[in-house]
């Protein structure tokens, strides 16, 4: 493809054109530009409309380091979680986005897998004027909250997870009250025998779910409910320990009515595993999941899970962290 001179006169002059470029064309000062990109309540509706479509026309993007500088602000928030292997992790961190587009402020989401040095880097690098605060899923050590301690002194923090000593605001989902609803539910379908399926670990939202769960059991002494511990190991493994205690306590034993899994991860785990065995959900044996995962609705799975709203917790955050 081939430009004429002209024409490629005309595409330099688009790239290198500046604001006062674009005052003179409008017929105004270059602050009422300035005006009329930071949405300022101080210009007229149609002043505004002429100095966008100008800008627009004429391809002109005002000097983001400039305006930074000018508001003492980034207009950027970072959005810090694990991974996105865990579906509601994945939700929860596109609807922060969403909600922080929404208050006009650009979103950096990166991963810490859980990690003290892979948290510790990336605080230290959005902590060098990349954000002006974050959203955070940390991790769940004495080191971690240490760090986060230390980074709220100087810029906001919140948390969605309480952690023992953190001293920032925190947003997070109420796990006995999920607690209560799961038990109550499965109790008024008849149910007096449960399998727990939760992951071996000495994290603390883990150890909150279980606690729950146990702390609820209390108002329902004909209820039982055995515990499943699944260590941290590769998926096919997993698989065969699932496989060896569910065909055990779900089709040979068939003292099991229902299972609680620990998230809607695990529950669809625990489903493809029961079809194998030929137990059919929910008539032979309930399933129930926590989190609500889109990912479960979008497989056409109608599972029985408890709703923690990703974008209720989203807009929870970002009201904390404007206010």
């Not at 920032?168 to 209560?180: E, I, L, P, S």
């Amino acid at each position: 493809m081939s430009f004429s001179k002209r024409e490629t006169e005309m595409t330099s002059k688009k790239s290198v054109i500046s604001i006062h470029k674009i005052a003179e064309l409008a017929g105004v000062s270059p602050g009422t530009v300035s005006r009329a990109f930071n949405d300022r309540s101080d210009i007229s509706a149609r002043t505004k409309q002429r100095i966008l479509k100008l800008a627009q026309q004429y391809g002109y993007q005002p000097n983001r380091n400039a305006r930074q500088l000018v508001k003492g602000s980034t207009e950027t928030l970072g959005i810090v979680v694990p991974d996105l292997r865990n579906p509601f992790l994945a939700e929860l961190a596109a609807m922060l986005e969403i909600a922080a587009r929404e208050h006009n402020y650009h979103a950096i989401v990166a991963f810490t897998h859980d990690e003290d040095e892979l948290q510790e880097q990336v605080l230290l690098r959005m902590g060098a004027g990349q954000v002006d605060g974050l959203i955070i899923v940390p991790a769940e050590t004495q080191a971690s909250v240490e760090m986060l301690n230390a980074f709220s002194q100087r810029l906001p923090v919140i948390s969605l997870k309480a952690l023992k000593g953190l001293k920032c605001d925190t947003v997070m989902a109420d796990d006995d009250a999920g607690a209560r609803l799961v038990l109550e539910h499965l109790h008024d379908l008849g149910h007096r025998h449960i399998l727990y399926i939760t992951p071996e670990s000495p994290e603390w939202t883990v150890a909150l779910r279980r606690n729950s769960l146990r702390s609820g059991l209390v108002e329902y002494p004909s209820m039982r409910m055995i515990s499943l511990n699944l260590p941290d190991q590769e998926m096919d493994r997993h698989h065969a320990i699932l496989r060896e205690a569910l065909e055990c306590h779900c089709r040979q034993a068939c003292d099991i009515s229902a299972v609680i899994a620990y998230d809607d991860f695990m529950a669809l785990h625990i489903y493809s595993i029961l079809s194998e065995l030929k137990v059919a959900v929910p008539e032979q044996v309930s399933l129930i999941g926590f989190d609500d995962a889109e990912m479960v609705r979008l497989a056409g799975l109608e599972l029985t899970s408890v709703s923690f709203d990703a974008e209720q917790t989203a807009q929870a955050a970002l009201d904390l962290f404007i206010r």
